[in-house]
């Protein structure tokens, strides 16, 4: 792909498609499996600012999903159940919610029993977080290393349970 910017840049500089390119290339590497997460602040359920670098030193499930989604809402007992399982041998989530309506938003957290660090931008897929990190659809995951670093990305259930067994001891 690099080499493949570089010759449209080269021949193409002034046209959309290099600069199309070059974005979605950027934008693969920068969520690519063994890349440093992409830093990010976003607000929580009490409007306060919280950014990802406060997650250092943690194995961190960062979970893109809304309040309108079934197939996120279904995960969430798991989710609830594995964070209340491994919250204390250095694992934590944050969820970063793709919603528009802040009312929608915070009681499905209530409802589904997220006692963990929610954030949302309320923009919908057009957040700068949703936007960072490409999600295009939700459920949308990616687990962290207690370095920031992606080692696992869109685990749900079973996969996620025997990823964090393995890493946790």
């Known amino acids: 792909m690099d080499q493949m ?7 193409y500089p002034k046209y959309d498609l290099t600069r199309q390119l070059v974005n979605k290339v950027n934008a693969t590497k920068r969520i ?7 830093g ?7 409007g306060k600012k919280i950014g990802l ?10 979970e893109f999903w809304a309040s309108w989604c079934p197939p996120c809402r279904e995960e969430s007992p798991t989710l609830v159940r594995l964070y ?27 409802k589904d029993g997220y006692t963990w660090e929610n954030v949302c931008d309320l923009n919908g897929y ?14 949308n995951s990616f687990l ?3 370095n920031g670093r992606i080692i696992a990305k869109n685990l749900r259930g079973k996969e996620l349970e025997s990823k964090l067994a393995a890493l946790v001891k």
Do not use: C, E, H, Q
């Open 40 to 46: 990010f602040v976003s607000t929580d359920t009490a």
């Open 84 to 110: 209340n399982a491994y919250k204390g041998k250095g694992f934590t989530i944050i969820s970063v919610s793709i919603d528009k309506n802040t009312t929608l938003w915070k009681n499905a957290i209530r």
């Open 32 to 38: 690519a499996m063994g890349a440093i997460a992409p």
């Open 53 to 62: 670098k406060g997650f250092r030193g943690k194995y961190t499930f960062v």
């Open 126 to 139: 057009g957040g700068p977080t949703a936007a960072l990190y490409t999600v295009t659809a939700i459920p």
């Open 144 to 146: 962290l290393d207690k």
């Open 5 to 11: 910017v570089s010759i449209y840049k080269k021949k």
